[in-house]
Protein backbone atom coordinates (compact mmCIF):
# COMPACT_ATOMS: atom_id res chain seq x y z
CA UNK A 1 0.00 0.00 0.00
CA UNK A 2 0.93 3.24 -0.51
CA UNK A 3 0.55 5.82 1.98
CA UNK A 4 0.39 9.65 0.36
CA UNK A 5 0.63 12.18 3.25
CA UNK A 6 -1.90 15.37 1.94
CA UNK A 7 -0.24 18.01 3.60
CA UNK A 8 -2.67 20.79 4.78
CA UNK A 9 -1.88 24.13 6.02
CA UNK A 10 -4.32 26.80 7.32
CA UNK A 11 -6.12 28.68 4.47
CA UNK A 12 -5.30 25.89 2.07
CA UNK A 13 -7.66 26.18 -1.05
CA UNK A 14 -10.13 22.93 -0.47
CA UNK A 15 -10.65 22.25 -4.20
CA UNK A 16 -6.63 21.55 -4.57
CA UNK A 17 -6.58 19.31 -1.68
CA UNK A 18 -10.33 17.40 -2.60
CA UNK A 19 -8.46 16.18 -6.38
CA UNK A 20 -5.91 14.28 -4.31
CA UNK A 21 -8.47 12.77 -1.82
CA UNK A 22 -11.01 12.11 -4.79
CA UNK A 23 -8.26 10.20 -7.04
CA UNK A 24 -6.48 8.59 -4.54
CA UNK A 25 -10.07 7.74 -3.19
CA UNK A 26 -10.95 6.60 -6.83
CA UNK A 27 -7.85 4.15 -7.15
CA UNK A 28 -8.21 2.65 -3.84
CA UNK A 29 -12.02 1.70 -4.85
CA UNK A 30 -11.89 0.98 -8.44
CA UNK A 31 -8.44 1.43 -9.34
CA UNK A 32 -5.20 -1.14 -8.28
CA UNK A 33 -6.32 -0.38 -4.78
CA UNK A 34 -3.00 0.67 -3.68
CA UNK A 35 -2.86 4.13 -2.51
CA UNK A 36 -4.11 5.25 1.08
CA UNK A 37 -4.47 9.47 1.62
CA UNK A 38 -3.85 10.36 5.36
CA UNK A 39 -4.63 14.13 5.85
CA UNK A 40 -2.02 15.92 7.95
CA UNK A 41 -3.18 19.06 9.27
CA UNK A 42 -0.84 22.27 10.72
CA UNK A 43 -3.52 22.50 13.58
CA UNK A 44 -6.16 20.07 15.20
CA UNK A 45 -9.03 22.34 13.15
CA UNK A 46 -8.23 23.67 9.55
CA UNK A 47 -9.80 26.47 8.43
CA UNK A 48 -10.02 26.54 4.38
CA UNK A 49 -9.12 29.64 1.79
CA UNK A 50 -13.17 30.04 1.47
CA UNK A 51 -14.44 29.13 4.97
CA UNK A 52 -15.18 25.81 5.72
CA UNK A 53 -13.64 24.09 8.76
CA UNK A 54 -11.88 20.45 8.14
CA UNK A 55 -10.60 17.92 10.76
CA UNK A 56 -7.41 16.07 9.55
CA UNK A 57 -6.69 12.54 10.36
CA UNK A 58 -3.33 13.49 11.93
CA UNK A 59 -1.22 16.22 13.34
CA UNK A 60 2.09 17.68 11.82
CA UNK A 61 3.77 16.87 15.07
CA UNK A 62 2.59 12.98 14.80
CA UNK A 63 4.41 12.44 11.49
CA UNK A 64 7.21 12.09 9.86
CA UNK A 65 8.66 11.49 5.74
CA UNK A 66 9.32 7.85 6.96
CA UNK A 67 6.37 6.83 7.43
CA UNK A 68 5.00 8.15 3.71
CA UNK A 69 5.33 7.16 -0.14
CA UNK A 70 4.52 10.87 -1.17
CA UNK A 71 3.45 14.02 0.10
CA UNK A 72 0.62 16.13 -1.48
CA UNK A 73 0.34 19.82 -0.82
CA UNK A 74 -2.61 22.40 -2.11
CA UNK A 75 -2.10 25.97 -2.47
CA UNK A 76 -4.00 28.53 -0.78
CA UNK A 77 -4.79 32.60 -0.03
CA UNK A 78 -2.35 35.21 1.87
CA UNK A 79 -5.67 36.36 3.11
CA UNK A 80 -7.20 33.40 4.67
CA UNK A 81 -3.70 32.56 6.47
CA UNK A 82 -1.68 30.08 4.12
CA UNK A 83 1.67 31.52 4.01
CA UNK A 84 1.64 32.06 7.86
CA UNK A 85 1.17 28.02 8.50
CA UNK A 86 3.12 26.76 5.48
CA UNK A 87 5.89 28.56 5.85
CA UNK A 88 6.68 27.46 9.42
CA UNK A 89 9.98 25.39 9.70
CA UNK A 90 8.39 22.42 10.97
CA UNK A 91 6.14 22.23 7.57
CA UNK A 92 9.18 22.93 5.54
CA UNK A 93 11.18 20.48 7.15
CA UNK A 94 8.68 17.67 6.73
CA UNK A 95 9.20 18.93 2.73
CA UNK A 96 12.98 18.97 3.33
CA UNK A 97 12.98 15.11 4.27
CA UNK A 98 10.53 14.02 1.93
CA UNK A 99 12.88 15.72 -1.15
CA UNK A 100 15.87 14.00 1.04
CA UNK A 101 14.60 10.36 0.42
CA UNK A 102 13.66 11.39 -3.28
CA UNK A 103 9.94 10.50 -2.61
CA UNK A 104 7.40 12.07 -4.60
CA UNK A 105 6.32 15.63 -3.48
CA UNK A 106 3.30 16.77 -5.68
CA UNK A 107 2.13 20.99 -4.96
CA UNK A 108 -0.70 22.72 -6.69
CA UNK A 109 -0.45 26.13 -7.86
CA UNK A 110 0.94 28.43 -5.17
CA UNK A 111 1.60 25.03 -3.18
CA UNK A 112 4.94 25.42 -5.06
CA UNK A 113 6.14 28.65 -3.20
CA UNK A 114 5.73 26.40 0.42
CA UNK A 115 8.20 23.95 -1.79
CA UNK A 116 10.98 27.21 -3.06
CA UNK A 117 10.60 28.69 0.86
CA UNK A 118 12.00 24.77 2.04
CA UNK A 119 15.03 24.65 -0.59
CA UNK A 120 14.20 22.02 -2.13
CA UNK A 121 13.74 23.72 -5.57
CA UNK A 122 16.82 25.31 -5.40
CA UNK A 123 18.28 25.46 -8.93
CA UNK A 124 15.37 23.39 -10.25
CA UNK A 125 12.38 23.78 -12.73
CA UNK A 126 9.00 24.28 -11.83
CA UNK A 127 5.73 26.84 -11.93
CA UNK A 128 3.39 28.20 -9.74
CA UNK A 129 0.33 30.96 -10.09
CA UNK A 130 0.70 32.14 -13.23
CA UNK A 131 -2.05 35.21 -13.82
CA UNK A 132 -1.75 38.69 -11.49
CA UNK A 133 1.16 40.09 -13.79
CA UNK A 134 3.03 36.42 -13.03
CA UNK A 135 3.97 38.48 -9.05
CA UNK A 136 3.93 34.80 -7.68
CA UNK A 137 6.41 33.31 -10.29
CA UNK A 138 8.55 36.01 -9.78
CA UNK A 139 8.53 35.39 -5.89
CA UNK A 140 9.22 31.32 -6.65
CA UNK A 141 12.55 32.80 -9.20
CA UNK A 142 13.82 34.98 -5.92
CA UNK A 143 14.20 31.68 -4.08
CA UNK A 144 16.75 30.34 -6.85
CA UNK A 145 13.95 28.95 -8.76
CA UNK A 146 14.11 28.05 -12.64
CA UNK A 147 10.59 29.08 -13.16
CA UNK A 148 8.96 27.70 -16.57
CA UNK A 149 6.13 30.14 -16.57
CA UNK A 150 3.75 29.04 -19.31
CA UNK A 151 3.80 25.19 -18.69
CA UNK A 152 0.95 24.19 -16.67
CA UNK A 153 2.81 21.84 -15.25
CA UNK A 154 6.66 21.12 -14.74
CA UNK A 155 7.84 17.74 -13.21
CA UNK A 156 11.55 17.72 -12.29
CA UNK A 157 12.88 14.21 -10.96
CA UNK A 158 10.34 13.58 -7.56
CA UNK A 159 9.00 17.04 -7.70
CA UNK A 160 5.50 18.14 -9.63
CA UNK A 161 4.15 21.54 -9.11
CA UNK A 162 1.28 23.57 -11.30
CA UNK A 163 0.77 26.75 -12.26
CA UNK A 164 -3.07 27.41 -11.09
CA UNK A 165 -6.16 25.68 -9.71
CA UNK A 166 -7.16 24.24 -13.36
CA UNK A 167 -3.96 21.97 -13.20
CA UNK A 168 -5.64 20.45 -10.02
CA UNK A 169 -6.79 16.90 -11.25
CA UNK A 170 -3.86 16.45 -13.72
CA UNK A 171 -1.20 17.12 -10.96
CA UNK A 172 -3.40 14.70 -9.04
CA UNK A 173 -3.77 12.04 -11.44
CA UNK A 174 0.20 12.84 -12.07
CA UNK A 175 1.10 11.98 -8.42
CA UNK A 176 -1.35 8.42 -8.73
CA UNK A 177 1.48 7.67 -12.13
CA UNK A 178 3.97 8.17 -10.17
CA UNK A 179 3.12 5.85 -7.38
CA UNK A 180 1.30 3.07 -9.55
CA UNK A 181 1.61 3.11 -13.34
CA UNK A 182 0.72 5.07 -16.37
CA UNK A 183 -1.93 2.08 -17.40
CA UNK A 184 -4.06 2.18 -14.19
CA UNK A 185 -3.92 6.19 -13.63
CA UNK A 186 -5.31 6.07 -17.47
CA UNK A 187 -7.89 3.27 -15.64
CA UNK A 188 -8.83 5.86 -12.94
CA UNK A 189 -8.91 8.81 -15.77
CA UNK A 190 -11.56 6.96 -17.72
CA UNK A 191 -13.92 5.78 -14.60
CA UNK A 192 -13.81 9.61 -13.33
CA UNK A 193 -14.76 10.17 -17.39
CA UNK A 194 -11.52 12.20 -18.25
CA UNK A 195 -10.75 10.09 -20.54
CA UNK A 196 -13.01 7.70 -23.19
Not at 16 to 29: H, I, Q, R
Request: some cysteine.
Amino acid sequence: MKKVCLLLPNGFEAVEASVFTDVLGWNKEEGDGSTELVTVGTREKLRCTFGFTVLPDLLLSEVKADDFDALALPGGFETAGFYEDAYREDVLELIRAFDAQGKVIASICVGALVLGKSGVLQGRLATTYNLNDRHRQKQLAEMGVNVLPDRPIVIDKNIITSYNPSTAFEVAFTLLEFLTSKENADQVRRLMGFLE
